[in-house]
């Protein structure tokens, strides 16, 4: 009579889920993978404390040039920034700032993923994912609301939102560009922005 033989690593044959389980707050989660990747994260309470800290960061960076293509993230931000007196003129996008000469963009996105610290974007947004990709620094702002934990969850609200009219490009940005191509050194800001924010808003 035979007898079958054990398998040497019974473990290796994919009968477990390879996802991790959410054990803490996806803001909690998202922070600590974003950070890792190099991206540097900020919670406000409200639209009044962002435009606050963005205006620390325009002041701490001595950004003049800014672009935001999304008119109505625009409008939201030149709005909240009514009661900032060094943002009442804060206008982004404004003519004769283009992405070729300015010093940062602002974005918002279509989902945050918390598990790896991921940006989503997609060309569903005005003038598609060009405005992240080619400022030196990007800075994203989101709200909570768009905090899923995983890629699937994403990929899910993503078709939930668009049916059958999916954004043609659906790209995910984690952190800062970086590549170690050559020598094997790692060099940030080769093929994207050099320093990615990311403004989390609790609403």
Do not use: W
């Not at 969850?153 to 170690?180: C, H, V």
């Amino acid at each position: 009579m035979s007898e079958s033989t054990p398998l040497p690593f019974a473990s290796s044959e994919g009968n477990q889920s390879v996802f991790k389980p959410q054990q803490d707050d996806l803001e909690v989660l998202f922070a600590e993978a974003f950070s890792l990747l190099q991206g540097k994260f900020v919670f406000c309470m409200n639209h009044q404390e962002l435009v606050v800290q963005l205006d620390n960061l325009i002041q701490q960076r001595n950004l003049k040039k800014i672009v935001c293509e999304e008119s109505r993230l625009r409008a939201t931000l030149v709005e909240a920034a009514a009661g900032v007196p060094a943002l009442k003129e804060f206008s982004p996008g404004e003519p004769g700032t283009d992405l070729k000469t300015c010093d940062a963009s602002i974005t918002g996105c279509e989902y945050l993923i918390a598990r790896t610290g991921t940006i989503v974007l997609s060309s569903a947004q005005e003038k598609g994912r060009t405005t992240s990709v080619y400022a030196p620094i990007h800075i994203c702002i989101a709200s909570v609301d768009q905090l899923v934990y995983d890629v699937r969850d994403g990929l899910k609200m993503i078709r939930e939102k668009y049916g059958n009219a999916l954004p043609s490009l659906i790209s995910f940005a984690s952190g800062p560009s970086r590549t170690a191509d050559i020598e094997k050194t790692l060099v940030v800001g080769v093929h994207g922005p050099r320093e990615v924010y990311l403004f989390l808003v609790d609403k």
